[in-house]
């Protein structure tokens, strides 16, 4: 589940809960090349038309930007700015809309503020389900599209909108703070003309070019190719003003840019104009002012999994450079002492609402995945720390937008996913929103999840559809996880194998403590429980767990007199070293072991093995039963593919598992007082059964697996390919680079005790060739496939492709994660050698072979390694 966006989940449009003043605008002046020079706008002005406004700024309706020479015009009389007809709201700042302009007048208390603007889509152009067109991030209404911090300065009659960075810091009172300040130069985004100045000296600035026309910062129209704003058909929608925050919405409309880059042509009429299509979006930007009095920060730990915020402090006396982490968290404070049972009542507890667009149906489920985080905020010490709402019927300035609101948003995609991103201050990790968004078909996959996994315990899910009582539950756990990222919690990927395996199989066990102990946890459902387990069904689903409240504790929990986050620091040190006696507190994202121990899917991965073997019992039911359960009268076979694949998938998965343990280990990050081992590699014995339970019930082809009665429902041909590509997931990560570099290494630390990688290689050999070691050798046609496979792999890690050239497609390593080092040369000669030893091997057999596509296939393979060994040039 998703973030940032991993893979659990996503995303779909919401009806808006405000009404928009849509009174059809005059055109917007088109912006000229002197504006953008001004910093408010790249666009030139297209051909024909006239420069808007003029340089010195007065008069005008472009005179709030300043022009070619940079030079301001005198301020106006206020009220001829400021017309009677103003539509005017008063807050932070005060916004006049006065026809189709926007003016903010901004007193001198809110300049040199530290502020932020999130700028998010109230409606946008979602995908096309019928053409499969779009469908992606950035498509639905909530989407977020930028974000960026903000300060407003006065610089004689203009002002300066500047984006300043927290990146580096020191201690105001320490002399090194000037050389930070001089390091630490905000770019402007914007300079703007005062075209008046208001009763208490504020600044009046006319805005509208910010809104509606193309600047970076500001701009909600993207896409793969350089797009312009057309202020033309781009306008105010409406603004509101509050005590903290200010909110501005416009309808913006992109064209692709013409020929010569981003900013050209501006999707007028021009040649080749009617070829481009435009897009148009209601944006939404909230500019709130970050909090006076910046929360105490608590300080990161990676022990911990939360989100964080970074910064260097050049004003520590460590004699470098101090690197300063802290973690995102909202800010809970208790309004009073605790009560008789340790808990208080915050002084401002976090909401979060209901999107009304969510189908009706589900709204209750919604509410009950908020509530489902009460007792992880009791134990730090919270009464009603969170808590559910519906947004207010009446109220015409509530927005789901407003930065103000988490919303759990409803969004119509056929993406199966759901993400929980939120927004921070970037000086203290402060979280100021989070955003729980759904793509409508995440329930597809949700029930899919379930189906293959544990329907062998539940009745109910023997059969599609599931009840709607069961998906409501199953979206629950869905929306709980990602409310959980909104937090600030990071996926716990450690935790499912903190447990021992035999211990979600116990009713009891699992009842009290779930199957993994962290609904953050890439956990399903609990497909390792057997049905004579006879577990509850309704304790077969992930839910809040010992991880998730001991985490929460940790990040939330106030510590009565500190004062600062250093001072914090010891007792935040007490609480986590309860992980050495309580394992599954213990966290870790992924494991430089190959993600053993940190796995993705996984239920019972303290054991792999037993664990993937009881899982396989279970897929073998769901095998059995998947044709009655998705063939319907009057239905064509596409539910049956569908469903069929899922279960092939989930095989592959769960075999997958297994293969982390070759050349894998355990991980429990430590502090320096902590004693032993961070990381230890898993035993000789224990490497060695993993690669035989691989030959045996993975690389053997798994005939129950292969239906015949469902490939000539759904295909003329495929099931050897779907087979196969099963398989080759599995090999693909036993012979991964870094897997065969760590054997290497796990060798010259300990030679006497180590799986060796020649020891691997020659297991799997045998496994995979098995059939050559036999008198009278028969392949079958799987086999054949699997076979090839082996041997393109080998050649891929002995003869890999030219690499692009940097700056190229594939070039830069710009991917997820830290770059993995290149395949040893000395793990190279191994693979030789073990080619050598299986083109003797066959040569061998190929006199005995069982049939004539056995012996064909044979002196093909002979040819193969020849090749791989001596490639022609």
């Not at 700015?81 to 007048?105: S, W």
């Not at 979600?504 to 890439?522: E, F, K, L, Q």
């Not at 036999?774 to 030219?802: C, H, M, S, W």
């Amino acid at each position: 589940m998703t973030n940032r966006v991993v893979p659990l989940l996503a995303i779909a449009a919401a009806v808006a809960a405000c009404s928009h003043q849509a009174a059809k605008p005059a055109p917007t002046p088109t912006p000229t090349p002197g504006a953008a020079r001004g910093g408010i706008s790249q666009n030139p002005a297209p051909e024909g038309q006239p420069p808007a406004g003029d340089s010195t700024g007065a008069g005008g309706a472009g005179g709030g930007v300043a022009g070619r020479g940079g030079v301001p015009g005198q301020p106006r009389p206020y009220n001829r700015v400021i017309t009677p007809g103003a539509r005017t709201r008063r807050g932070m700042f005060a916004v006049h809309r006065v026809n189709d302009r926007l003016y903010f007048e901004i007193p001198t208390r809110e300049l040199n503020k530290d502020m932020l603007v999130v700028g998010r889509y109230t409606r946008a152009a979602a995908s096309n389900p019928t053409t499969g067109q779009g469908g992606g991030f950035g498509e639905y209404a909530g989407d977020q599209f930028s974000e960026r911090t903000l300060r407003w300065e006065r610089n004689g009659n203009r002002v300066i909108l500047r984006s300043p960075s927290f990146a580096i810091t020191a201690d105001t009172a320490a002399s090194v703070y000037r050389a930070v300040e001089n390091s630490n130069y905000g770019p402007i985004i914007a300079v703007l003309n005062v075209e008046a100045y208001g009763p208490d000296s504020a600044a009046v600035v006319d805005v509208t070019r910010l809104f509606t026309t193309f600047v970076p910062e500001f701009a909600a129209i993207r896409g793969n190719t350089p797009q312009t704003i057309d202020p033309t058909r781009s306008y105010i929608e409406r603004a509101l003003a509050f005590p903290d925050n200010v909110e501005v919405e416009a309808t913006q409309t992109g064209t692709p840019a013409a020929a010569g880059g981003p900013g050209g042509g501006g999707g007028g009429a021009g040649a080749g104009g009617a070829a481009r299509s435009a897009q148009s979006v209601l944006a939404h930007w909230s500019i709130v002012r970050l909090p006076e009095q910046p929360m105490m920060p608590r300080r990161f730990d990676e022990r911990v999994g939360f989100f964080s915020i970074r910064n260097v402090d050049f004003g520590t006396n460590e004699q470098r450079s101090a690197r300063r982490e802290y973690i995102t968290k909202y800010r809970l404070e208790c309004a009073g002492a605790p009560d008789a049972q340790g808990l208080c009542t915050p002084k401002k507890p976090i909401v979060y609402y209901v999107d009304p667009a969510t189908p009706e149906w589900l709204k209750p489920w919604m509410r009950r995945a908020i509530l489902d985080w009460q007792p992880a905020f009791e134990a730090a010490g919270f009464r009603d720390g969170i808590v559910a709402a519906d947004p207010p019927a009446n109220d015409p300035d509530w927005s789901p937008e407003d930065i103000r609101h988490t919303v759990i948003r409803w969004l119509p995609s056929t993406v199966e996913n759901a993400v929980g991103p939120h927004v921070s201050d970037p000086r203290t990790g402060e979280i100021l929103n989070g955003s729980t968004r759904i793509f409508h078909n995440v329930m597809n996959l949700a029930r899919e999840w379930y189906f293959t996994q544990v329907s062998p315990l539940d009745p109910r899910a023997q059969r599609l559809p599931l009840p709607d009582s069961l998906v409501g539950k199953l979206m629950e756990f869905v929306v709980a996880h990602e409310i959980g990222h909104t937090l600030g919690l990071q996926h716990d990927q450690i935790g499912s194998s903190t447990y021992p395996a035999d211990s979600v199989r116990s009713a009891s066990w699992v009842h009290r403590m779930g199957h993994s102990p962290s609904i953050m946890d890439y956990s399903r459902f609990n497909y390792v429980a057997q049905p004579e387990d006879k577990i509850d069904v309704n304790d077969l689903g992930p839910k809040v767990g010992p991880y998730d409240k001991f985490a929460i504790m940790w990040g939330y929990k106030p510590i009565p007199g500190a004062r600062t986050p250093d001072q914090e620091r010891p007792t935040l040190e007490s609480w986590a070293r309860m992980q050495d006696t309580i394992p599954w507190y213990r966290f870790s994202a992924n494991n430089e072991f190959g993600q053993f121990g940190t796995l993705n899917e996984a239920v019972g991965d303290a054991d792999p093995v037993k664990s993937t073997a009881l899982g396989f019992k279970n897929l073998k039911r769901v095998v059995g039963y998947v044709y009655d359960a998705t063939v319907r009268p009057g239905e064509d076979n596409d539910e049956l593919q569908e469903v069929y694949g899922r279960v092939v998938s989930q095989w592959a998965t769960e075999a997958g598992h297994v293969a982390t343990m070759i050349g894998g280990g355990t991980v429990q990050y430590k502090s320096g007082s902590q004693k032993g081992a961070v990381y230890e590699r898993l035993s000789r014995e224990r490497q060695a059964a993993a690669v035989r339970f691989l030959n045996e019930n993975v690389f053997e082809t798994p005939t129950w697996l292969i239906r015949p009665e469902i490939a000539s429902r759904i295909e003329a041909s495929g099931m050897i390919q779907r087979i196969n590509g099963a398989q080759t997931r599995v090999l693909t990560a036993v012979l991964n680079d870094g897997r065969l570099n760590r054997l290497l290494e796990g060798e010259a630390l300990n030679p006497t005790s180590a799986y060796k990688l020649a020891n691997m290689l020659d297991d799997l050999r045998h496994g995979i060739w098995s059939e050559i070691y036999t008198g009278r050798p028969v392949i079958d046609a799987y086999r054949r496939e699997l076979q090839n496979d082996f041997l393109t792999q080998i050649d891929r890690k002995i003869n890999p492709p030219a690499t692009p050239a940097a700056g190229g497609q594939g070039g830069g390593g710009g991917g997820f994660g830290q770059p993995q080092a290149p395949l040893a040369d000395d793990a190279k000669s191994q693979l030789r050698g073990e080619l050598v030893t299986l083109r003797n091997d066959i040569q061998r057999a190929i006199g005995s072979a069982g049939d004539r596509a056995t012996t064909l296939h044979l002196q093909g393979m002979v040819h193969r390694i020849a090749d791989i060994l001596e490639p022609k040039k």
